[in-house]
Every structure is written in C-alpha cells, then in structure tokens.
C-alpha cells in the first residue's frame, strides 16, 4: 500500500507542477504550452525510472 501512495503522490506533484506553469507563465499560449507540459512530463517520467522504480 506504501508503494501505491508514493505513485499517487507523485502524479499529484506532477499536476501541480504543470498547472502552475500553465496558470503563471503559458496562460493565452497553446504550443508552447504544449510543449513545456511534454517536457515536465517528460522530465518527471525520467526521475521516475532513474530513482523511484524498483531495482
């Protein structure tokens, strides 16, 4: 169960974060705030598999 509440800790943070960014800086911008979403997904995805996954 510990495991399940990290992940779901973690998309959490993931949404915060990206709604942050939309609401303060790609408010009126479509493609560039495309593109920064895909790179914090990105971005968390690689942390994920490089720290969180188990070995």
Same mark, same amino acid.
């Given at each position: 169960?510990? #495991?399940?509440?990290?992940?779901?800790?973690?998309?959490?943070?993931?949404?915060? %974060?990206?709604? !942050?960014?939309? +609401?303060? &800086?790609?408010?009126? #911008?479509?493609?560039?705030?495309?593109?920064?979403?895909?790179?914090?997904?990105? %971005?968390?995805? !690689?942390?994920? +598999?490089? &720290?969180?996954?188990?070995?």
């Amino acid at each position: 169960m510990g #495991r399940q509440v990290t992940v779901a800790l973690y998309v959490a943070a993931m949404a915060a %974060v990206i709604v !942050a960014v939309d +609401l303060s &800086f790609f408010r009126h #911008r479509f493609w560039e705030r495309l593109m920064v979403n895909i790179g914090i997904v990105l %971005v968390f995805a !690689a942390f994920y +598999l490089r &720290f969180l996954r188990r070995p």
